[in-house]
């Protein structure tokens, strides 16, 4: 159960070639970092007492600035150990810097990208880590504070953003990783909550509305009839139907399905987003392509589609880099097959979920629309729901226009 500190440089080397400079936290072999902001030339480097080289300008300043790191972390880790506490490396290092007062914004991003990686939240995690670095590379400081993150700050940032170009939509997603951090800082006491940008008469992070456009009933049917397709299509278009049959399953939680979830004529699996547990009724639509794989099935643990029958499963990141490979290899196969369909709209995996949502319009009521979308909240069931249901407001336009 042994553990330690130690400072070390990095060997992952920025644009510029030179290295972080990061205190190590190890805990039963497993080791666990914390950057400080700097970086220099491996020439500046002493290996042997673990020390930025006198011959860098400001070996001085690096030098105190890593060895108060050092003591603030062993400092922590004596207190974890008086308390007879067992953490893990990762939890070390949460305990060392989300409750350092002086802890700033990127310590407490990485502590966050950190938990993520941790609980193999890799989709999340590959999403917002380039949301950190865009507001690294606007601050051009790995010691921006929190203080610093004024309405102001968020403002210039904004603007930013914007003449990357970057859509509406993905500066909102960035604002919302800013605000959580920020919300974690307030939390651990770091920064006064009077400080706080966001929110009403400040900035206020509000989703711009999106199209989200659905197949019709007629394009699904020319997708079932399809004829003339290659092995890859057929593929393809049996993983779309599969999702559109069930309300829109994730390529996610589709290719973890194992033979052993479908029984008493019913489908049962927990979605990965969420992890919400839901069992569905097999419709008849979908007997014909769980024949289609029977002859690949090896026993009942087997998934029903191969894409990730390979995978190590005691090993997230290759779970989830064969899941993004398969649902990028449908999309390409999906774009043929709405060629072949003579259908205009975009087709992707996504849209099958759209899809269901544009067909079933009213006729399903909202908590039960609620269920097989697998929302947390009923009131994101109505927001997406409202972007397929037009049937009172083509009524009344009808009502007036038609005379």
């Not at 305990?95 to 914004?105: D, G, Q, V």
């Not at 959580?180 to 939390?187: M, Q």
């Not at 057929?234 to 589709?254: E, K, M, P, Q, T």
């Not at 909240?377 to 397929?388: D, E, G, H, R």
């Amino acid at each position: 159960m042994s553990s330690n500190t130690k400072i070390v440089l990095r060997k992952k080397a920025n644009k510029e070639g030179e290295f972080p400079l990061a205190i190590r936290i190890t805990k039963n072999r497993r080791s666990n970092y914390h950057y400080i902001g700097h970086y220099i030339n491996d020439k500046f480097w002493d290996l042997k007492n673990c020390r930025v080289k006198n011959t860098h300008p400001n070996a001085l300043k690096l030098n105190n600035l890593l060895l108060s790191e050092l003591s603030i972390a062993n400092q922590t880790l004596i207190e974890l150990q008086s308390r007879k506490k067992d953490f893990s490396a990762n939890q070390i290092k949460n305990e060392i810097y989300s409750s350092n007062a002086n802890a700033n914004f990127f310590a407490l991003a990485e502590v966050y990208l950190d938990e993520m990686k941790d609980n193999n939240k890799l989709a999340r995690l590959s999403s917002d880590k380039p949301r950190v670095k865009h507001v690294l590379e606007f601050s051009k400081s790995k010691q921006l504070t929190f203080q610093e993150i004024d309405e102001s700050f968020l403002k210039k940032f904004i603007l930013y953003l914007r003449k990357r170009p970057m859509s509406e939509r993905s500066i909102v997603n960035t604002l919302i990783v800013v605000r959580t951090i920020y919300n974690r800082a307030i939390k651990s006491n770091i920064v006064d909550s009077k400080l706080y940008p966001f929110g009403a008469k400040k900035i206020r992070i509000k989703f711009p509305e999106t199209e989200k456009i659905g197949l019709t009933k007629d394009e699904v049917k020319s997708i079932e009839l399809l004829k003339n397709l290659s092995p890859s299509e057929i593929h393809a278009r049996n993983v779309w139907l599969f999702s559109f049959y069930f309300a829109g399953i994730r390529a996610a939680d589709i290719l973890k399905i194992r033979w052993s979830d479908i029984y008493d004529d019913r489908l049962h699996y927990r979605m990965n987003k969420n992890s919400k547990l839901l069992s569905l009724k097999i419709p008849d639509k979908v007997l014909p392509i769980l024949d289609y794989y029977k002859p690949e099935k090896l026993n009942e643990n087997d998934f029903v589609f191969p894409e990730i029958k390979k995978a190590d499963f005691k090993n997230a990141k290759d779970v989830y880099a064969k899941t993004r490979t398969a649902t990028k290899k449908f999309n390409k196969y999906l774009v043929e097959v709405a060629k072949k369909a003579k259908i205009t709209k975009k087709l992707t995996m996504h849209i099958a979920r759209h899809s269901f949502g544009h067909i079933s319009e009213d006729k399903i009521p909202i908590k039960m629309l609620q269920k097989l979308y697998r929302h947390s909240s009923v009131t994101t069931t109505i927001l997406y729901q409202s972007n397929f249901i037009h049937k009172d407001a083509d009524e009344a336009l009808d009502s007036v226009i038609n005379f």
